[in-house]
């Protein structure tokens, strides 16, 4: 990804974060060069919260691939896309990991394979982290975690069947 698509999507990011109310704080540095970044997952917006911070590849469902204006920004970032339906795509999607890995390029990952509402994370689905092996790079734990405004500790997860515009309006609250 080119230094200007990482900045209009870490831009892009920003603005969507700000006209939904979000705000984001980072501890810690992320380590020089490629590694695998594995995550928890709580809602959409630790996608943008991350990208925010710092663009890099990531791993997604398949299905994101067709969405308007996500499925483009997705492309840019080089997402390895996923058929989760289909264990086998494994195989073709672990190569492709350790391949934007052994171009210096960081992968995010959120291991739990779903969203989930908390407190605590679902179990790893564990296969991709064999690109990281490959590659021989370091797989760094981020921790994300959000309060909202209104004491709601819910707000800011979107999980299940909830579509977006109802989450859109607890997290605006």
Known sequence: MSGAAAAGVRLLSRAVLWAVGVRVAWRGALPPGPALLAA?????????????????????KREVRGWPVVGRC?????????DRARKRDLLRAIPALEGALRQGRPVRLFPEGTTSPG????????ALFEA??????????????GTARAGDADAL????DEALLPNLRRVRR
């Not at 928890?40 to 911070?53: C, E």
């Open 74 to 82: 997705a492309h840019v970032l080089g997402v390895v896309w996923v």
């Open 132 to 145: 990281a092996v490959r590659a021989g790079v370091p797989v760094v734990p981020l921790h994300l975690t």
């Open 119 to 126: 407190p605590g994370e679902l179990p790893f689905k564990s």
């Open 40 to 60: 928890n997952h709580r809602s959409w917006l630790d996608i943008l919260a991350a990208l925010a911070h710092h663009p890099c590849a990531s791993v997604g």
């Open 157 to 160: 997860a979107w999980y299940g």
